[in-house]
């Protein structure tokens, strides 16, 4: 399920529903440099094709010639987030909104803060981009993870419902939901929820994590473990049913 660099998440909200979120974040901008525009167009190619390392060293060439390219400076934080350098990849959202702000640079330093498990520091920058842009979906998803982690599942969730009025067929806040519920003491439900959009979307891996994670809430271990491994070795599936434990319990707690 790790296909960002198996970042070392902190709690099962961020190594699950982050991974739908995340991916759509990943800006693809115009250049209007017609010398820097075929450069850029392969680190986008080494991009796509999951090369993370060769699309940051050929942004960094090319950052070197255009220090003031926001362009870059986005391609920058998206590559080296996804190869987990999470500081790097602030430094550069940070500089990109710097140069220009606005809601491309500000939806990747969300993203930063909710790896870091930073929630309300998401929250912040999820609730400026809202202010600008309401039925931004990002932002919507991204507050909704933010709001889980603080264990606000109800606001969460108004969140999700708002991104699926915005676009019904947005499935990362259909599958967010599911998950919320879940942690907020409804597997059962979140289980029956989850099936059913797993049934339609059975290649898609987030989903099937999803359900396998919510299958052990419910105390279906062997069918969690199975359907993980689908994905994951066994240590990963593991680590992450221990992460959902932990901060179930501790949600447990606070209520």
């Given at each position: 399920m790790k296909s960002f660099g198996s970042p070392p998440f902190s709690c099962m909200i961020l190594s699950v529903l982050l991974e739908f979120f995340v991916a759509s974040c990943a800006t693809k901008?115009?250049?209007?440099?017609?010398?820097?525009?075929?450069?850029?167009?392969l680190s986008n190619q080494y991009f796509r094709a999951g090369s993370y390392d060769k699309a940051c060293a050929l942004l960094e060439q090319i950052a070197a010639r255009y220090p003031a390219?926001?362009?870059?400076?986005?391609?920058?934080?998206?590559?080296y987030y996804r190869l987990g350098d999470y500081e790097k990849a602030e430094i550069f959202f940070r500089k990109a909104n710097q140069l220009t702000p606005g809601i491309s640079?500000?939806?990747g330093q969300a993203k930063v803060e909710l790896v870091r498990n930073n929630a309300i520091n998401a929250q912040i920058l999820y609730d400026q981009i809202l202010r600008e842009d309401p039925n931004n979906l990002e932002a919507l998803n991204g507050l909704g993870v933010a709001l889980d982690l603080a264990g606000q599942h109800d606001r969460a969730r108004a969140m999700y419902e708002k991104a699926q009025v915005v676009n019904p067929?947005?499935?990362n806040a259909a599958n967010n939901l599911a998950l919320s519920l879940a942690l907020d003491?409804?597997?059962y439900y979140a289980a029956s929820r989850m099936t059913e959009t797993y049934r339609s979307n059975t290649?898609?891996?987030?989903?099937?994590?999803?359900?396998?994670?919510?299958?052990?809430l419910n105390g279906k271990i062997r069918d969690a473990n199975t359907l993980a491994t689908l994905d994951l070795?066994?240590?990963?599936?593991?680590?992450n049913f221990e992460v959902l434990s932990s901060i179930f319990q501790r949600q447990k707690v606070r209520k």
């Open positions: 901008p115009q250049v209007e440099s017609l010398d820097l525009s075929p450069q850029f167009e390219s926001i362009e870059v400076a986005l391609g920058l934080g998206n590559a640079a500000k939806l067929l947005y499935k003491g409804q597997a290649s898609n891996k987030t989903i099937r994590q999803n359900l396998a994670l919510i299958q052990h070795s066994s240590n990963e599936a593991k680590r």
